[in-house]
């Protein structure tokens, strides 16, 4: 580990992807995620072979990532939930042809321009793909600074190990928190499959067959046979990519779910209630997508109830609902436009659950 | 015997897909031509659009890629980023590049990307079927300007390369046509400059070409190639719009 | 004399080589290929000049001109 320092989150994950060997930076600005691109331009003009440019939109930010990308570079945009939905098209593209990237994703107050104030509510645009057509990414919610530096660098070998893009969510507070932070040294991993279809140049007899980045397939056959294949890498990643942490879930009889910032607020609240007397355990998913089902069913067999908290309506809950089948019933709770739930807030919510006995 | 004219290499064997008559098949093979004579298809790096050139990636014996629809100078900017080295040029028609693609081809021709375009221009959308496209002429009848293109409405057709001459960016603009053997040999010439401009480093090149569409203007190749004569060059003036030495 | 090797199998029969063949020696043919066009033809092929107008021409770089 490297010297301990006290940055920004946005910063801590710029600096954390540049350790990683990303080297292109395409990006537009909006709050609350600038630090980012404003951190790459500073930085990547003076790392030989490194290019930050600031694009005309984030619709074009994300295909100079498909273009990056299709050469065969580490690369990275960042956005915060309105580009983010701009960016889908492209998204949806880069999956189809089958490109890895990492996309950062600060997510703001929605729908449309709603605020600037932290949320979770683009859960369902990420963990369902976000764009047109059949496929998934790679949803890592980093829940402290320190989290996001290691998950930022292991973002780009799992990219680059499935040819996916792989998405960063985290939320205003994550971005602008200031925290300690240690860069780890970067572990090359000797496992990545070399990069074979970048097209760099070709010609007859080069030893290696002409490049054709595309997500075109017009014939229905050939399409579902290649959308087949993706869903074989997707199976993969819930095979071996799927993370969670779980805290005094053994004997809780009442079960928190939540992910992100929520998660170290739920976590106060889960401390407060075991002082109170009531057992109380949490379950944070860290893949959004794949989801991690299995913790959560294991603990619905023994759990009066689950609470899931997050800074939406209530999207995450679904997955977890799926995940109990119906075994123990599944409450939830959340704000919403920015506003960040409370710890009192949480521990009320389970007390009130305790006390109707359910 | 020695060949006076065959089918250039950096084409591949695949069958065009383009209707008979369209003139997409001539400006590949000028494009493929100049390829070749540069010497360049070991460090080419194409684009191809959205539109009837789709399927370009089939064609242009060179790495390929398949951009989103008006994207692709964005993907262009990406890839020749990454590799300086490479020639890269997009490949676009109309609709891709003057209406969806607006803010990609303005912002990448006043970077001065050095990348190098083809523009294709048939004032029509073709592979969707004949609607009107930015460069549709006042008048012109299409599936979507069923009573001819009325500015009033719809406004008028953008001449693209004038506007983007007017930047400071962009290092050889030009227009030309091939309707006839002598403009397409001037086309040729027009699109080699424009890759030499690229391989000399000195920034944005591109290449407007105006082209036929006998199946979606509803004309007989022949009479497509008189109509573009007689009406799409007096609305799109040919010639060099900008040149920096 | 120059010698015309056309692509049949290629050739969509659009006609535009013929038009701008200055001795006017190209035709399309009664006979029909696989993919139900009729191919452009030669009539004379000692006549030919060997300028290859045609092989410019044409969109589908089906023609081959050897002098």
Redesign the interface.
Known sequence: MGQKMLMKGNEAIAEAAIQAGCR?F?GYPITPQNQIPEYMSKRLPKIEGG?F?Q???E???I???????????R?MTSSSSPGISLKQ??IS?IVG?ELPCVIVNMVRGGPGLGSIQPAQSDYFQSTRGGGHGDYRMLVLAPSSVQEAVELTQEAFDLADLYRNPVLIMGDGLIGQMMEPVEMPERKERKDLPAKTWA?????PG?GRD???????YIDPAVLEKHVNHLYEKYAAMERNECRWQEEMTEDADYVIVAYGTTARIARSAMRKLREAGIKAGLIRPITLWPFPAAPIAKAAKHAKAFLTVEMSMGQMVEDVRLAVEGATPVHFFGRTGGIVPTVREIVNQVEALAKGGC | ????????KL?TDK??H?????????IH?LVAEAIDELGI?????G?APVGCA??A??YF????????HG?AP??????????PK?IVFTYQGDGDLASIGA??I??AATRGENITVIFVNNAIYGMTGGQMAPTTLPGQVTTTSPYGRDPKLCGYPIRVSEMLATLDGPAYISRVSVH??KH??DAKKSIRKAFETQIAGKGFSLVEVLSAC?TNWGMT??EA?KWLEQNMIPQYPLGVKKEVE | M??LTIAV??C?????CA??CPRHLLALSKEINS?G?HPIAISDQDQCI?C??C?????????????
């Open positions: 292109f395409f290019c440019l694009a005309e939109s619709v074009a930010a295909n100079m990532v498909y273009g990056a990308a299709g050469a065969g570079a690369v098209e492209g593209y042809a097209a760099t140049g070709w010609k080069c002409r490049a054709v980045i595309n997500s075109l | 015997m020695a060949v006076v004219y065959e089918k250039t084409l069958p065009l383009y209707c008979p008559g369209c003139t997409h098949g001539i093979r298809q070991e460090r080419t790096i684009i789709v399927f990636y089939d014996n060179c790495d390929m890629m398949e951009a989103a994207r964005a993907v262009a900017t990406g890839c020749k980023r990454v590799n490479n803010a990609e303005t912002h006839d053997v397409i040999l006998p190749p022949q190639l | 120059a010698k199998e290629t969509k029969g659009c006609g535009l038009d701008v993919r066009y060997g290859a107008f092989a410019r021409m044409c969109p589908d770089a089906v023609i081959k001109v050897e002098k």
